[in-house]
């Protein structure tokens, strides 16, 4: 009555055949539906002879069994092939990631550059960058910067011809913004800088931000308010800062910001000063109605003293596991 042999043949040749989802539900609604064979079967074990009814309900649950377990495994198994996409060429977009497909990291740099342009961003700067291969003009003439200054010496800068070279600093970016606009002016920009040194500490690439404001009655108290408000924003805690006298052609007066680190070392980390009225004029801004403040720094040694990194290169060799400690 309860054909085992031939019942379970006819249910082996039906789930052979299953190779899709479709196909495993309509066998599943066939024999495990409340209408489906397995409850068929229960309700002909009820009605049959109570004599009878030992033998055959240990041949139901026999089928029964087999039955869902077999059913269970290949659903299991086509699973697994939807999931790998063997059996068609979509792609599945909402499985979960593999750890071997880990997306990477910021870079140090990166992360310390977006942190000084989240801050002067806040504080009303306007984004504006310029090119890496810059007009001589740019980077020395018009800043002030002399033919003698050791930067304008073909031994220390990357020319391409006369007129053009790599960029040795981002203040050129004060000229290409300044020359055609009317103040307030209040830029920050950021960028690869080029120069001919190759150290622990240098590299012939690194970056610079520079930021500049120039508006009626800008002076250095401006400056030094948010230099400080940076230095603290950037480092947390509150480090010792001093404005030390210095020297750059197009500022003055001109200070490098020294800051005391763990081993109560001072360290330059950036200058600044006061635009040079010269500047100004080069740019066509009356010097008696505006003034105004600028600032560069280098993104690399920021990055090595907020992380404590000693050899500048480690931020160049792109090692996975060394970036991603940071
Ligand atoms: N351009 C300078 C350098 O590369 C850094 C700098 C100093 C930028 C003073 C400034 C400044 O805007 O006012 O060494």
């Known amino acids: 009555m309860f054909k085992i042999k031939k019942n379970i043949k006819i249910f082996k040749k039906k789930i052979k055949k ?47 069994k087999y039955i869902i377990k077999k059913i269970n495994f290949i659903q299991k198994k086509i699973n697994k092939k939807k999931s790998l996409n063997i059996n068609n060429n979509e792609i599945d977009i909402f499985l979960p990631s593999k750890n071997y497909f880990s997306i990477g990291n910021k870079h140090p740099i990166t992360i310390i550059l977006n942190k000084i342009e989240h801050f002067f961003e806040k504080i009303g700067f306007n984004f504006f960058y310029g090119p890496e291969i810059e007009k001589t003009n740019y980077n020395f003439k018009l800043l002030n910067i002399g033919k003698n200054h050791p930067s304008y010496n073909i031994k220390n800068t990357f020319w391409i011809n006369k007129k ?39 590299t012939p690439m690194f970056h610079q931000v520079e930021g ?13 308010y948010i230099i400080k408000k940076f230095i603290y924003f950037l480092f947390k805690n509150k480090k010792k800062i001093k404005f030390i006298p210095a020297y750059f052609p197009f500022t003055e007066p001109s200070a490098e910001v020294n800051i005391k680190n763990t081993n109560n070392k001072w360290l330059e980390i950036l200058g600044c000063g006061m635009i040079h009225p010269k500047i100004l004029k080069n740019v066509n801004i009356n010097y008696k109605k505006y003034s105004g403040f600028a600032f560069g720094m280098g993104i690399e040694r920021l ?18 596991r060394i970036l991603k400690q940071f």
């Open 18 to 64: 299953c190779k899709d989802i479709e196909s495993i539900n309509n066998i599943k609604l066939l024999y495990l539906s409340k209408n489906g064979y397995i409850n068929k079967l229960k309700k002909k074990l009820k009605e049959s002879p109570e004599n009878l009814k030992p033998n055959l309900g240990k041949n139901f649950n026999f089928i029964k």
């Open 303 to 320: 990055t090595m003293l907020k992380f404590n990194i000693t050899d500048i290169k480690i931020l160049y060799k792109n090692n996975i």
């Open 212 to 224: 500049f404001w120039v508006d009626k009655k800008i002076n250095f108290t401006h400056l030094k």
């Open 164 to 202: 053009l070279l790599l960029r040795t600093q981002t203040s050129p970016i004060q000229i290409r913004y300044m020359k055609n606009k009317k103040p307030p002016i209040k830029i920050i920009t950021s960028g690869c800088v080029f120069r001919k040194d190759n150290d622990n500490t240098h």
